[in-house]
T-cell receptor, first 110, second 113 residues
């Protein structure tokens, strides 16, 4: 059974601080990893994709991948109230589908 | 504008009725997907289609049916056999390669009365 696990939260972070979201997955052979942001009542939107070990930065967002330890994380620097949302981790286990975690609810406290 | 559209945004159904949710995309994507999301839950795959006239069951296909007669359209029918259909339904598409990204439509919220 291919699984993606996330801490459901809620995770509360002061405005301006760094928010750190973590995700673990069950298959060491997985190739592609995605972070989606979902506001309440809306559909998921892509934040980051990462395919290789290491860090990938895009603006205030950094995705980190460690395939040996089977985890992927998302860092949000200078957190803003507009970052308050549920963050979904998704993994392509190489079978034409994405498997999603249950999401981590992030609240940025002004 | 390129994108994925879903209609209707809200749908109410009486028990025992079948209902069809629309999903259309003009991104020229080969693959399309249907997910279901329940409150506080992640996304669960219902059906997916890699090419026209072909589709596969996902993890929770019972009580649902789909068709893929055109590349840009992938309608989902929620049948009366689905025991608990009240949920948020999301359609997505991708170009079908292993490392590609899925893009989501705005979703349809179905409520069974």
């Amino acid at each position: 059974q291919k699984e993606v696990e996330q801490n459901s939260g809620p995770l509360s972070v002061p405005e301006g601080a760094i928010a750190s979201l973590n995700c673990t997955y069950s298959d060491r052979g997985s190739q592609s990893f995605f972070w989606y942001r979902q506001y309440s009542g809306k559909s998921p939107e892509l934040i980051m994709s990462i395919y290789s070990n290491g860090d990938k930065e895009d603006g205030r967002f950094t995705a980190q991948l460690n395939k040996a330890s089977q985890y992927v994380s998302l860092l949000i620097r200078d957190s803003q109230p507009s970052d308050s949302a549920t963050y979904l981790c998704a993994v392509n286990f190489g079978n034409e589908k994405l498997t999603f975690g249950t999401g981590t609810r992030l609240t940025i406290i002004p | 504008d390129g994108g994925i559209t879903q209609s209707p945004k809200y749908l109410f159904r009486k028990e025992g009725q079948n209902v069809t949710l629309s999903c259309e995309q003009n991104l020229n994507h080969d693959a399309m997907y249907w997910y279901r999301q329940d409150p506080g839950q992640g996304l669960r795959l219902i059906y997916y289609s890699q090419i026209v006239n072909d589709f596969q069951k996902g993890d929770i296909a019972e009580g649902y049916s789909v068709s893929r007669e055109k590349k840009e359209s992938f309608p989902l029918t929620v049948t009366s056999a689905q025991k608990n259909p009240t949920a948020f339904y999301l359609c997505a598409s991708s170009s079908g390669t292993r490392t590609d990204t899925q893009y989501f439509g705005p979703g349809t919220r179905l409520t069974v009365l």
